[in-house]
Antibody, heavy 125, light 108 residues
């Protein structure tokens, strides 16, 4: 069974830093592109960042403006998100999500098929 | 960036009734459209991908249709466990992967 367990969420002051972790099990972590997706209180889902299986390609939402860094350790089956210069608008539940490839009648797509339960980050003075 | 817009924001439905949720993309996403269900305090759950293919374990009362810019999620007969928020998401043009704002299905 695929399991993704996030940790590291906390209350932090504006301008502070935090490092989130996601522990993966039940699948070959080193073979998958992994992502962070966040959800502000009472709001919708927002993709944050993505990292390919060998960390060769990394992407971020434009809104982050270089404040966040995604990384992974395949030997430890873990995904990370280093968050710096935190702002009140970064307050959200942060989910770890796996991208799985699906072939539908010869058309290939990458889909968020498994999610963790999330970890809450609160940025407030 | 492709903007996804869902309607309505809230849908009030009685048990056993049909629910129809809509999703529109700001440009064509072909059939690269997924639907997710999210219950309070839980992670999103993949329901539909490829606009119309049910994910493993998803009941047959859930069906998806559409292509290009207009998509529909239909729940044929609402069960108590179906009351939740539903999100559409495109995976045709990324990054970024983008989600709709969600439709809340509530008990009438």
């Amino acid at each position: 069974e695929v399991q993704l367990v996030e940790s590291g969420g906390d209350l932090v002051k504006p301008g502070g830093s935090l490092r989130l972790s996601c522990a993966a099990s039940g699948f070959d972590f080193s073979g998958y592109t992994m992502n962070w997706v966040r959800q502000a209180p009472g709001k919708g889902l927002e993709w944050v960042s993505s990292i390919t299986s060998r960390s060769t390609s990394i992407s971020y939402a434009d809104s982050l403006r270089g404040r966040f860094t995604i990384s992974r350790d395949n030997a430890k089956n873990s995904l990370y998100l280093q968050m710096n210069s935190l702002r009140a608008e970064d307050t959200a539940v942060y989910y770890c999500a796996r991208l799985e490839g699906f072939d539908i009648s010869g058309h290939y797509g990458l889909i968020f098929d498994s999610w963790g339960r999330g970890t809450l980050v609160t940025v407030s003075s | 960036e492709i903007v996804m817009t869902q309607s309505p924001d809230t849908l009030s439905v009685s048990l056993g009734e049909r629910a129809t949720l809509s999703c529109r993309a700001s440009q064509s996403v072909s059939s690269d459209l997924a639907w997710f269900q999210q219950k309070p305090g839980q992670a999103p759950r993949l329901l539909i991908y490829g606009a119309s293919t049910r994910a493993t374990g998803v009941p047959a009362r859930f069906s998806g249709s559409g292509s290009g810019t207009e998509f529909t999620l239909t729940i044929s007969s609402l069960q108590s466990e179906d009351f939740a928020v539903y999100y559409c998401q495109q995976y045709n043009n990324w990054p970024p992967w983008t989600f709709g704002q969600g439709t809340k299905v509530e008990i009438k």
